[in-house]
């Protein structure tokens, strides 16, 4: 059965009188879809139990069938939130958006003090011993909690007590990627949201304007991480969780280009590629590649090589790891292919010029420059579920960098500045992926 779409954007036109019958229909049929495959395949069922799925337990989407159960999930995941919206009501709909800080800030309760590490892994724990774990009086320590879960972080199984669900015990390991990203989130993003309309006042800005800068005195984001390793190394882990996201994991990346076309032997140079986990997933599937992962942070590197001994030892030795700031000239002379990825949406157009350009004196003809980045499109062309995931990192570059993600004709006009010689070969964006694939190369 193939999803329905009733309220999928197709011609830019706002989605302003969805019928409520007509959402719940759509969100039926396409939750049967989904269910009937779980079920029918063995998989385990969607829970907020703490024996429940980490994720969404859809395999990624690799042929036509699982693509179209990708579609149908989105289509519940669109529908639920239109519907969600239209019965609360545009007045009730702002009075408690205006709160969603709330969300953000039990989360970071929670991260700073450990709750997670504190509460058992199994079974539970009254109110009254955890406060004395975490040190937080306990009625202070329920309200704060209370309200997180009204998000399905953590439940409380009997009055007083608190347990785990599987959304809190992803909290539980500081040094994995979902728990990492919670903590860049509430100890270094959240705090650049109450300087944003100040720094709106300094444009046009660099990244030294930003509400990120604002709030930590001037200096840049990356500047910040490299003064503090444990947190560098924790933004690295960050990025793992944020790139295996639904529309953003590095199987979009392997649909989107054709990298059999690269000649064997060749060397990608991944630049800014933290511990290097994309390009080893390029590397598992296309054995005739060798690979270079640059970044300015050690601690990542060191942690890529730790990675890549203790779980893909067979790739180890087509593997470098190279110290390298991108905003010096790049080292390595006549690569095949320089690549960088969630890179450049970091930056506002002048670094990204320098940035492109620190690449040009190691091309060789036909060297190529290919950037995995968001492609932002048109308002009102995707679904409003992809959509508004879409304007948060929007805005999330806004905030941290003074940056945006870029339209198609941003990134023509960008390489067409750099250099003259830089060819631009086209855009390709998978289905059901928030992200595309930029190519040029270098003809002399």
Known sequence: MAPTNGYWPTGGAPILRPKISELVQEIAENSKILEDYIISQGLPYPSFAADGPSACPLPPPKT?????????????????????????????????????????????????????????????????????????????????????????????????????????????DENAPPSAWVGCSVDEFFGTAKHLSDSLEKDPGGIHDSSWAMEFEGQGYFEYLSKDAKRSNRFGLSMSQWSSGYGLNAENLLRAYDWTKIRKGATIVDVGGATGFVCIEIAKSHPHLNFQIQDLSVPSLETGKKNIAKDSPEL??????????????????????????????????????????????????????????????????????????????????????????????????????????????????PEGSLTGVIETTYVE
């Open 64 to 172: 036509p069938e699982l693509i179209k159960l990708h579609a149908a999930r989105t289509h519940v995941l669109t529908a639920s939130k239109l519907l969600h919206d239209l019965t609360a009501g545009p007045a009730e709909l702002i009075q408690w958006s205006v709160l969603g800080f709330n969300d953000t800030s039990s989360l970071q309760v929670i991260y700073r003090f450990k709750i997670a590490q504190a509460v058992p892994e199994t079974g539970d724990i009254s109110f009254n011993d955890l406060s004395k774990k975490v040190k937080i009086p306990a009625i202070k320590l329920g309200q704060i909690l209370r309200f997180a879960m009204t998000n399905h972080i953590f439940c409380e199984p009997r009055n007083g007590y608190v347990a785990h669900t599987a959304a809190s015990l992803l909290l539980r």
């Open 316 to 429: 180890a030795s087509r593997f470098q790891f190279v110290e390298h700031n991108f905003f010096n000239e790049q080292p390595t002379k006549g690569a095949d292919v320089y690549f960088l990825r969630f890179i450049l949406h970091d930056w506002p157009d002048n670094d990204v010029m320098k940035i492109l350009k620190n690449l040009v004196p190691a091309l060789k003809n036909g060297s190529k420059i290919i950037i995995c980045d968001y492609i932002l499109p048109p308002a009102n062309v995707v679904n409003p579920w992809e959509e508004r995931r879409i304007r948060s990192t929007d805005i999330l570059m806004l905030g941290l960098f003074h940056s945006y993600e870029r339209q198609e004709a941003d990134w023509k006009r960008l390489f067409a500045e750099v250099d003259p010689r830089l060819r631009f070969d086209g855009f390709s964006s």
